[in-house]
Nanobody
Framework: QLQLVESGGGLVQAGGSLRLSCAAS????????VGWFRQFPGKEREGVSC????????NYVDSVKGRFTISKDSAKNTVYLQMNSLKPEDTAVYYC???????????????WGQGTQVTVST
């Protein structure tokens, strides 16, 4: 059974940190790019970060550059999103997804996890 499972979300104060995990089962992430996306209430999903299948290429939306870091652990078949210096405006449901290339465009990804809530309080 193919699965992508996000975890690590929660409630944190502004300035704090969280590490999101995207664990795959039933297939290997070595052959796929992985993207992290977030969705604000009433808004369309937006790309946050992505990492190529090899892990050698990454990309970030401007609003998180310098604060978020994406990484990949092939042994654990898991991609992480380390989020530091969190701001209230980072509050959203975060999703991971797999696709062919590292892009920040949701339509480029064909398989999605169920999402994890991140809430940053003031």
């Amino acid at each position: 059974q193919l699965q992508l499972v996000e975890s690590g979300g929660g409630l944190v104060q502004a300035g704090g940190s969280l590490r999101l995990s995207c664990a795959a089962s039933g297939f290997t992430l070595d052959y796929y790019a992985v993207g992290w996306f977030r969705q604000f209430p009433g808004k369309e999903r937006e790309g946050v970060s992505c990492i190529s299948s090899s892990g050698g290429s990454t990309n970030y939306v401007d609003s998180v550059k310098g604060r978020f870091t994406i990484s990949k652990d092939s042994a654990k078949n898991t991609v992480y999103l380390q989020m530091n210096s969190l701001k209230p405006e980072d509050t959203a449901v975060y999703y991971c997804a797999v696709g062919e290339h590292c892009t920040l465009t949701p339509i480029d990804y064909g398989y999605w996890g169920q999402g994890t809530q991140v809430t940053v309080s003031t």
